[in-house]
């Protein structure tokens, strides 16, 4: 007679067989069953088949487990026995991700995780990290279908900020000018309008953080320039060119010391400026743009906001224009820190939107709407999700096939997607109290405490995005889009393919879905972390810690800056959520602005939508020296060098890219004028 049985973790506890015919008859209810005595009768014959086989010895609860499943299908009970299996690989399932997850715990102790480069290693940020894993634990095994789980976990895609998944929204692009102008509260007293400039980038900086606190993502102005330019004229006329200043300077150090989320992060900040040719909008531009090459307190460079310097022809793409000294002070600002960044208004898919189309440093971008105004301000990303182009590649080894495996997992992003946006819209305005509850957001101005967000977030967008189309351009034809023309063209069809799914989903579900050229951070890492392990190391895709982002060629590709360009260019209107091309220079262009604004201007005539310059900046901490320094300072000897260097859209330093983006950065090939 059996009395005892080893659990999984070694402990010999007391055999109950009342456990067995509940597991029974609760698979049996799965397909219809209510019959408890044939239960009864079936654990009987367990019993008596774990007694005949395993002798004196106490069973584990495996051998039990597969007892069970023998005796249900040699009594021809083959439906509950399904239904039992299934329910046993749930549970097995459950159990690792348990174990996994405290395997996560244990390294966030010592270290915290290195996905997001703007995330630092302080115990607030542990604790968040902490309770980060366990959250994204219980999304992937209690709300996200199952489908969706699994497809994730496997890495056929990367379901963003999955922690996050019932909680909030990704991004916004901020209204300034109403919340300035009409005041707002951030849960502890209204704050009335400003009548003093610093008082209004104080406030801005209030806004940013507040609203990080509100969401996962980025936080922006999409006209900030007009913005305080609005701000001066109604409310503080007299203000001098000093205190604007001051104002900016303010701003930036607000921006890099403010820390949102419990203390683990700065505000992710992105302001676009450059178009307002106001005496005052032209100001404030000139001001923050000053402000930002002056750095820090040593000089150092700032790493937010991300500045945007919106160009476009008229107003300050050509001299005489309005604001082309702005453009030269940009270009001036950009050689030595990296920022700003630049959007080409005039592109194709922007002309259209006037001057509403504004960026995130990231790349996001939000415009065209199926239910309200075309705008940027006021609306943001719901959320994304990334497709694992080259898994598709190395499952199927065909075009015709990969782009069949394409289209299914589009169409599981599709209602991966649709199904968050359910979840997130069951919301009420009271679990978003600055975001929602301050009418930040286009479709809530008239939403109460206890209303569904629902209304406004159908003005977001739903982007579906992927990563790696260089690897899986080498995988079916044996080369990449940036060596081959009819490769590229491959690449061209694939990306025109995902950007036309999307808008027939957009149709279907009446929702605003959009292609997304993703930036991949902690992705690239992991996805082919995964592949490496399921098909092993394959020359130019799994031979290293990373995929390329997006549609971009691969960094470790000799080309010269005008072919990128070119060759990267027409993907830009495929990826209406977001987009970006770089070129890498060996150091800084300080000394022939000519060539930058070359480089600009052939973007502009290329039909690029937003795009960066990179190169190296060191800075000593000693003694402020900046340039290219290699293992110690030419000035002072130290070696506390801080290493700045674009990563995704945004500036870091490199102790905080992880693993792969560290090996993305070693490879990086600079780019020949």
Known sequence: MLSRIRKRDGRVVDFTKEKITSAIFKAARQVGGEDYETAENLTERVISYLYRHIKDEIPDVETVQDAVEKVLIETGHAKTAKAYILYRSKRTRIRETKSELMDVVKDILIETSRENANVGNSPSAKMLQIASAASKYYYLNNIIPEEMSKAHINGDIHIHDLDYYGKTLNCLQI???????????????????????????????????SNQNDMFGGQSFPHFDKSIAEVIRKQCPDTTEDEIYQAMEGLVYNLNTMHSRAGAQVPFSSINIGTDTTLEGRKVSEAMLKAFDKGLGKGESPIFPNLVFRLKEGVNMNEGEPNYDLFLLAMDVASRRMNPTFSFMDASF????????????????????????????????????????????????????????????????????????NVIASLKVKDLPF????????????????????????NGTLAIGFIGLAETLLVLTGKHHGEDDDTWKLGYQIIEGIKKATDRYAEEYDLNFVAYATPAEGTSGRFIEKDRKEFGVIKGVTDKAYYTNSFHIPVNYNISVFDKIEKEAPFHKFCA????TYVELPSSPKSNLKAFEKILKHMAKSDVGYAGVNFPIDECRECGISGILDNNCVGCGSEDIRRIRRITGYLSTIDRFNDAKQAELADRKKHSM
């Open 175 to 209: 209204d300034l000018t109403h919340l300035l102008l009409n005041g707002f509260n951030t849960g502890y007293g209204f704050i009335r309008p400003p009548k003093r400039i610093s008082s209004a980038t104080a406030q801005a900086a209030i806004i940013l953080q």
């Open 350 to 421: 922007n002309k259209r939107f006037g001057d509403e189309v504004a960026y995130m440093g990231c790349r996001s971008r939000v415009i065209a709407n199926r239910h309200g105004e075309e705008k940027a301000a006021s609306r943001g990303n719901i959320t994304p999700v990334t497709i694992n182009l080259p898994r598709i590649a190395l499952k199927t080894r065909d075009i015709d096939a990969f782009f069949k495996e394409l289209n299914d997992i589009l169409d599981l992003c599709s209602r991966q997607l649709v199904h968050r946006y």
């Open 435 to 458: 975001l929602m509850g301050q009418k930040l957001y286009m479709g809530s101005e008239n939403l109460r405490d206890n209303d569904e967000i629902r209304e406004a977030i159908k």
């Open 577 to 580: 959520a977001g987009h970006i």
